[in-house]
């Protein structure tokens, strides 16, 4: 069983809502921080939002006040509910976990120990 699992990713048009779903192995304990980046064609890898085991949320500025990370710390999954969509957002979307806890801003965006393999989002216009 991969460490991590996204789901929830399709193609939608511009101004639709998604939610995309990601579970970590039970295998895994302690998972105190999940995440959600993204990597659209060209580009590099780009954070989106963490959220910690108290529930504690960071967002990035590219899509604060769009996207909604939740998370259920018993189980371990978590979800991005992606509003207004633009075809900018198209990419593939990608959950990590680790079990450390945020200690700085760079915290909630690097040192991620366990990767999915990926959900495509497309947004046509």
């Known amino acids: 069983q991969a460490p991590v699992v996204e789901s929830g990713g399709g193609s939608v048009q511009a101004g639709d809502s998604l939610s995309l779903s990601c579970a970590v192995s039970?295998?895994?304990?302690?998972?105190?921080?999940m995440a959600w980046f993204r990597r659209s064609v060209g580009k590099e890898r780009e954070f989106l939002a963490a959220?910690?085991?108290?529930?504690?949320?960071y967002y990035s500025e590219s899509i604060k006040g769009r996207f909604i990370i939740a998370r259920d710390g018993l189980k371990n999954t978590a979800t991005l509910q992606m509003n207004s969509l633009k075809p900018d957002d198209t990419a593939v979307y990608y959950c990590?976990?680790?079990?450390?806890?945020?200690?700085?801003?760079?915290?909630?965006?690097?040192?991620?120990?366990?990767w999915g393999q990926g959900t495509q989002v497309t947004v046509s216009s």
């Open positions: 990590a976990a680790k079990t450390s806890a945020p200690l700085s801003t760079g915290g909630w965006r690097e040192g991620y120990d366990y």
């Open positions: 039970k295998r895994i304990s302690s998972v105190y921080t």
């Open positions: 959220i910690g085991m108290n529930s504690r949320t």
